[in-house]
């Protein structure tokens, strides 16, 4: 199959514009596999690994005979709904969702990517049935800014800052609960350098911006000129030279700079799970949408345990864990509210 980058030609832009399951709460603050994470450093071998798969997203437009192919591969969850539906049969689902692409649709200025009212709806319905998280590479507060559902789990920072429903949120019935899981938090204040570091480097190339996600940092190229994505590229490089416990990856036009723990969107999707009591069960059906490289670490993990299912955002083929796929955020919102109505039409039975 043809590969395509992070510069494929999807990420053409926009114009800019449960409650967590009753009594279904953390069960160990935090469980093991957080307090143990930030020790377990990614070696040398296993980051550049890391970084060199994600190139492996390569640019080219597909060819129909191709795009079928690949659909037959990752149907659409829409068109595949029953079959959603009859795995999912007798087992707790718990949904997971990615923020930028999935959620809100990709937009020039990374603030302004805010989520429509209808899909505000789509993700509150969702979480009143089922246990709900958002697993975002953003800053933990600005993706809740975003998405403003006080009744939801989120991970923020690619997963490496996760918090449950606030304690004023009725959900959650005592200060004790608001879960926080940090592996990275002795990270802080080398992000916060780093953050400086890059900003001033970058501040000569127009349009390149860098945004602190708190664990991780992003830069964006989004609106910088093609022939000086390079350019960027080696600046940021050369910052990172004098900070080996960081890594670099990528993302939709950005660079993102990150620790280089062993924890990913993959190890928070599983630290939720086993927060939310579901370690080991095999009546759990996690569904996790995303549209990015770094959701294909949680659509790996759902493959290895061979339970729940991968949603895959996008309108090109791409080498994915995932097992479905829905082309765009206004088809994850179908997607929701078919899940809901369905949901509806068995407690009316
Ligand atoms: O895990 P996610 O919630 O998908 O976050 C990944 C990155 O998303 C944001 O950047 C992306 O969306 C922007 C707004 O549409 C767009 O301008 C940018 O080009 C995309 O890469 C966010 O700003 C980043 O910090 C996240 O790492």
Known sequence: MTKHTAFAAEDAVVAAPAPAQPGRRFTSYPPSSCRTAAAQRMDAGAAGAAARATGSWLDAAPRRAEHDDWMEKHPSALAGFESVLAAAKGKQ???????????????????????????????????EHFPTAIVSG????????????????YAGSHGMDIKGPTPESKHAKAKAEAVLCQPASEFLPVIDEVYRALTATTAAIP???????????????????EEKW?????????VLKEYPDLRL??????????????????????????????????????????????????FKVLRNMGQG???????????????????????????????VKSKQSKQRD
């Open 138 to 153: 953003r800053c933990r507060d600005k993706v809740f800014n975003f998405v403003k559902l006080a009744e939801l789990y």
């Open 309 to 339: 299912i991968g949603i895959l955002v996008s309108k090109i083929p791409k080498e994915t864990s995932a097992s479905y796929s829905l082309r765009e955020p206004s088809e994850v919102k179908e997607f929701l509210h078919k899940l």
């Open 230 to 238: 390079r350019a960027l590229e080696e600046q940021v490089r050369s």
């Open 249 to 298: 990856t990528r993302g939709r036009k950005v660079l993102e700079i990150r620790p280089s723990i062993k924890w990913d969107k993959g190890n928070a999707l599983q630290f939720l799970l086993e927060a939310l009591g579901f370690a080991d069960s095999n009546n759990v059906f996690p569904i996790y949408i995303g549209d990015d490289r770094t959701d294909e670490d949680a």
């Open 93 to 127: 689902v718990v949904m997971f969702l990615d923020y930028d692409g999935t959620l809100s649709p990709i937009v020039k200025d990374p603030d302004t990517a805010v989520m429509t009212e209808e899909m505000r709806d789509a993700v509150r319905g969702v979480a």
């Open 207 to 225: 349009g390149a911006t860098v945004e602190n996600n708190k664990f991780c940092l992003s830069v964006h190229f989004r609106c910088v000129q």
